[in-house]
């Protein structure tokens, strides 16, 4: 019976991993990863010489029986996300389900670690006991009515991801749904060289946000 590993990794800082996941990179067979390239500096960093399979997006039925039948035969796998807890906001959640819904004998086993969310909300200075999380914003269809009804959801604080050179015009939509008074915190380029946290109202960040400081990898806390 094999075991497939669900291992979280750093969000930005590459220093950011556990012994644990580092060891169990070293012990599986093979591992499975959202975007090789991005897996593979992190693996050479911590000298884990392992076969690395893509596993995206794209990747279809005829892919996941081939895992289902390694992990069959005994295999240990891993599976890796570009950054932090795969299976939130990326395609490693198609796997799991994919082996949930098999009659197989095998583990699947979380190796938890960074995770965008949690170190948000953790420098936020609010109490998180309840909160919703929504993925990332629309890109295009349907943007609008997207940051409309965050206003309509009870469980506050609200928090998604927006990608880079969006974060601006998500801002200005929320000032027109919330006010330019409202409060919010966003974490741009966490745990990177150029991390940016900043808490204060919409208007300050629109004014804080602009030029250099509108790229990057954003999450959005709205209060």
Do not use: W
């Not at 570009?82 to 799991?96: M, N, Q, R, Y």
């Amino acid at each position: 019976m094999g075991t497939l590993y669900i291992v979280a990794t750093p969000i930005g800082n590459l220093g950011d991993i556990s012994i644990r996941a580092i060891e169990t990179l070293k012990s599986v067979n093979v591992i499975l990863a959202e975007d090789t390239r991005v897996t593979k500096k992190l693996l050479d960093r911590y000298e884990i010489k392992k076969p690395i399979l893509r596993c995206d997006e794209y990747a279809n039925a005829s892919f996941f029986e081939s895992v289902k039948e390694r992990l069959v035969h005994g295999e240990n796998i891993a599976f890796v996300s570009d950054a932090g807890t795969p299976g939130i906001s990326d395609p490693g959640s198609k796997l799991v389900k994919f082996l949930r819904e098999q009659d197989i004998k095998i583990l699947i086993v979380p190796i938890p670690g960074a995770s965008a969310i949690t170190s948000i909300l953790s420098v936020s200075g609010i109490s998180a006991g309840e909160f919703t999380f929504l993925g990332y914003a629309p890109h295009k269809k349907g943007r609008e009515t997207f940051f409309k009804k965050t206003k309509e959801i009870e469980a506050r604080p609200v928090v998604f991801y927006e990608s880079p050179f969006r974060a601006r015009k998500a801002l200005e939509s929320l000032s027109v749904v919330y006010g330019k008074e409202h409060a919010i915190v966003v974490g741009r380029e966490l745990t990177k060289i150029h991390e940016d946290i900043f808490s204060g109202t919409l208007e300050s960040a629109l004014l804080h946000f602009k030029g250099e400081k509108e790229k990057g990898e954003f999450v959005i806390v709205i209060l």
